[in-house]
């Protein structure tokens, strides 16, 4: 099966020793740098709600983005990530065979990249996927990419002999996606908290959770969806009343952060 996640805002981008390989949406990935490099201070801060310092950031990372970026530029994406999906993913202490089997069946969403491969080269950037940014296709980057990620994971799952797309991405990012263009079985794991007898969805834990779900899969190279039901990191625990085969529901007594 594939498994996708959403990037994260916060980036750590500590020297890696792996090596990198480019992304398939590298020539997208440099027209939309382009169009960002051209908005000013003030477009930035609108577009993407940021704060004075943040657009400054993000302005210098548009202007220094390079067509053919050195070595020393970039780092492998599911690394260089470091938001709350990724504390659960913990793509840093995957050994060599598990990022080998992640490189084919892990991606990340990206509003500026696409669809992007654990150990593909990225350039520190911000540009989420809910983003108006107008180009040639459309007035933002749901109309930029829908076609293109259906397409890419289509093609991926046809090459590994996958059926199944377990989307661990946020409602942002996966809106990127068409799912009647997609030929996958779609299912959508759902993180809860019980709090006094009421489940919810608590963002900050699901955002782990939905990490931790990613890891599970590639750890144990799962290709059958009932494989997701043995799910029990952090403590959750499928709830099959809550459930339908599309939206497993997973459960665990709250906690206060």
Not at 163 to 177: D, I, K, M, T
């Amino acid at each position: 099966m594939l498994v996708v996640i959403s990037p994260a805002k916060k980036l750590d981008w500590a020297v890696r020793d792996v090596a990198e390989t480019q992304p398939d949406f590298q020539d997208d990935a440099i027209r939309l740098a382009r169009t960002a490099r051209n908005l000013t201070l003030g477009d930035l801060k609108k577009l993407m709600d940021l704060s004075d310092d943040l657009a400054r950031l993000n302005r210098d990372r548009f202007r220094v983005f390079a067509d053919e970026p050195a070595a020393d530029v970039t780092r492998p994406a599911a690394l260089a990530f470091a938001g709350d999906t990724y504390q659960g993913l913990e793509a840093g202490s995957l050994d060599a065979e598990e990022m080998t089997w992640a490189q084919d069946h892990l991606r990340i969403l990206s509003g500026l990249y696409g669809v992007l491969r654990p150990l593909d080269a990225m350039q520190p950037y911000r540009l989420e996927m809910g983003s108006r940014l107008k180009t040639r296709r459309g007035k933002n980057l749901y109309e930029y990419w829908r076609d293109q990620l259906s397409k890419a994971l289509n093609a991926q799952g046809e090459a590994t002999n996958c059926q199944v797309l377990v989307n661990c991405a946020s409602q942002e990012y996966f809106g990127a996606v068409a799912p009647k263009a997609l030929k996958l079985k779609l299912i959508t794991p759902v993180f809860m908290e019980d709090k006094d007898g009421q489940p919810k969805v608590v963002s900050f834990f699901a955002k782990r959770a939905r990490g931790a779900m990613a890891r599970y899969i590639i750890q144990n190279r799962l290709r059958d969806p009932e494989g997701l039901l043995e799910f029990d990191s952090g403590g959750y625990a499928y709830q099959p009343k809550l459930s339908t085969p599309e939206k497993p529901v997973f459960l665990r007594p709250y906690v206060n952060k």
